[in-house]
């Protein structure tokens, strides 16, 4: 597995524990719904066949998530994207980064 994958991994799972802290556990836990969401998002990242080259998911034209997983992480995005700048700023730049790399 790259640097590059498992970073998305990590950010995803921070974004997932930040949405879940604040609607679900006020606790560092997450509930069970965000733990399959990240169990789910986790599995479509290993999965991805881009592999190394994989654009972000919001560029991707092979969308991998079910309908309703893309709709809670898309929920999620909304509410942690504009908050990781601020808690987890190299996250989130990094994450802008790719998203324009070639």
């Given at each position: 597995?790259?640097?590059?994958?498992?970073?998305?991994k990590?950010?995803?799972q921070?974004?997932?524990?930040m949405?879940?802290?604040?609607?679900?556990?006020?606790?560092n836990e997450?509930?069970?719904?965000?733990e399959?969401?990240?169990?789910?998002?986790?599995?479509?990242?290993?999965?991805?066949?881009y592999?190394y080259?994989?654009?972000?998911c919001?560029?991707?034209?092979?969308?991998?998530y079910?309908?309703?997983?893309?709709?809670?992480?898309?929920?999620?995005?909304r509410?942690?994207?504009?908050?990781?700048?601020f808690?987890?700023?190299?996250?989130?730049?990094?994450?802008v980064?790719?998203?324009?790399?070639?």
């Amino acid at each position: 597995m790259t640097f590059r994958l498992n970073r998305e991994k990590q950010t995803v799972q921070v974004m997932i524990r930040m949405y879940c802290r604040r609607f679900h556990h006020p606790q560092n836990e997450l509930c069970e719904d965000c733990e399959a969401l990240y169990q789910y998002a986790e599995k479509r990242v290993t999965k991805c066949p881009y592999g190394y080259s994989k654009p972000t998911c919001a560029d991707c034209t092979t969308h991998c998530y079910k309908t309703s997983m893309r709709e809670k992480i898309r929920r999620v995005m909304r509410y942690a994207g504009p908050r990781m700048l601020f808690r987890h700023p190299v996250l989130a730049i990094m994450h802008v980064i790719d998203r324009y790399k070639p």
